[in-house]
């Protein structure tokens, strides 16, 4: 598999993204990493990691896009950026996927740009994977789509369920659709109206219902579908929250523990370690005719290894074939 990594995106970038290249490349002998951004910082790090296999190769990119700029604004001044490239070199199949912790709106707007979309998907989404007290359930969409339409939200049901199975071992994962109450008649009309397909969709025996945003983190549902600002919203205040509670458990573990500090710490870091977005890796633009993993901006070296190794599991898993048949049953049974 061949990966072109948006070797510029990222608060920390361009390190991270090439120790973290040079990891997978390490862990994974089939697969290939183009390093899309500048030359005059990508080869000293290269020249100094003393990586020089012919698996990892450079491409020369113009710019990025920085976090205040708009992105369709910017990808018209700066058409070569990295993210950019990487889009193209998807586009012309010189990569299978695209790797970014850059500007999340840039990274869909470039792709939404290529249409490099499966057959029969009508907008892309982003699925994550939240955490939860029975284990992880799938959020999509959480900010590819703001402006979401009724039939994009059943194909979320129908893409967020097979990530769910496939990646998350989630055997037959229920499907819930994200409202401000768990009573019929209630929310805008997108909601109700995405409701009336729910319920006549191929997974109906699968679909719970209206689920509320605690719901979320108690795990009610497998899948918890909603439009691009709803879930951009509960992802961001989900990120403070845990940073929130991360910071106070680890007040209150050592001022209880003082005599065992060791087991505090070590307690402190298994938590840490379970919901911490760096071993998640990324977060798939699913519904890409390729794959594509959006990294946190924060990501360190084991970020952009994760998203690495989450791109080849996805072709592994032959997700995209599977959405494809999928989403063409579920049209068929629609048009019936």
Not at 8 to 35: H, K, Q, S, T, W
Request: with cysteine; proline share 4%.
């Amino acid at each position: 598999m061949r990966i072109a990594l948006d070797a510029m995106g990222g608060d920390f970038a361009p390190g991270p993204n090439v120790d973290g290249a040079i990891a997978a490349l390490n862990e994974f002998p089939d697969l290939e990493v183009v390093l899309v951004g500048d030359p005059r910082q990508l080869e000293p790090l290269l020249t100094a990691s003393g990586y020089s296999g012919a698996r990892l190769t450079v491409r020369e990119a113009d710019g990025t896009i920085g976090m205040d700029e708009k992105p369709t604004e910017a990808l018209r001044k700066k058409p070569n950026c990295s993210i950019a490239v990487c889009w193209q070199l998807m586009a012309a199949r010189e990569v299978q996927a695209v790797v970014s912790a850059g500007h999340t709106g840039a990274v869909v707007a470039a792709g939404l740009k290529t249409r490099l979309f499966l057959k029969g998907v009508k907008r892309p989404g982003i699925a994550v994977p939240m955490p939860t007290l029975k284990g992880k359930s799938v959020l999509m969409d959480v900010g590819a789509n703001p402006a979401a339409r009724p039939e994009h939200l059943l194909q979320y049901g129908v893409m967020g369920s097979i990530y769910a199975r496939e990646i998350l071992g989630v055997t037959n994962p229920t499907v819930g659709l994200m409202n401000i109450g768990s009573e019929d008649g209630k929310g805008n009309d997108l909601v109700r109206d995405t409701q009336l397909l729910f319920d006549r969709c191929t997974f109906q025996d699968r679909y719970f219902g209206n689920v509320e945003g605690r719901d979320l983190y108690h795990g009610l549902t497998d899948v918890v579908i909603c439009e691009g600002f709803v879930g951009n919203v509960l992802l961001k205040a989900a990120e403070g929250m845990a940073d929130m509670f991360m910071k106070t458990i680890a007040q209150e573990i050592f001022a209880t523990l003082q005599n065992e500090k060791h087991l505090a710490e070590q307690a402190f870091r298994n938590l840490d370690k379970r919901y911490q977005y760096h071993e998640a890796g990324g977060a798939p633009l699913l519904g890409i005719d390729g794959s594509c993993i959006i990294c946190h901006g924060s990501s360190n070296a084991r970020s952009i290894f994760n998203a690495l190794r989450i791109s080849i599991t996805l072709q592994a898993k032959q997700i995209n074939e599977q959405i494809v048949a999928e989403l063409d049953r579920e049209e068929s049974n629609l048009a019936a």
